[in-house]
């Protein structure tokens, strides 16, 4: 069975390079590009790892994260934060929500992929 990514980010370029490069690796790869749709997301496909952006519109990155922690079916699903918001305060806010691993952009592309394959233990 392939693992499954789900990338949650409103720069639609963003989305398609990190789509890109994961397909590449032989990850499935679907979109959401705000916070309530990415809980939809999960809701219908239960992916194995999130990527998710912190500035989108409808609901932010903080508040998805906190949403899935508190959710019993999304709890444990890993989140890779990728965003532009490298400050310390919003750093130890998403450890503080509970994410797994916190990288800010810009990025390098290697850095990303060898991330996601680490956290799903490929």
Aim: charged fraction near 25%; aromatic fraction near 4%; include cysteine.
């Amino acid at each position: 069975m392939d693992k499954r990514v789900l990338v949650v980010d409103d720069d639609i370029p963003t989305v398609e390079l990190i789509r890109s490069a994961l397909e590449q690796e032989g990850l499935e790869v679907s979109a959401a590009y705000d916070g309530a749709s990415c809980l939809l997301a999960i809701a219908q496909q239960r992916p194995d790892l999130v990527i998710l952006d912190v500035i989108m519109p409808v609901m932010d990155g903080f508040h998805t994260l906190a949403a899935m922690r508190a959710n019993p079916d999304a709890r444990d699903i890993p989140v890779l934060m990728l965003t532009a918001r490298d400050d310390d305060i919003a750093v130890a806010r998403g450890w503080r929500e509970g994410v797994d691993l916190y990288l800010t952009k810009p990025f390098a592309m290697d850095t990303v992929v060898m991330a996601v394959k680490r956290m799903l233990e490929l």
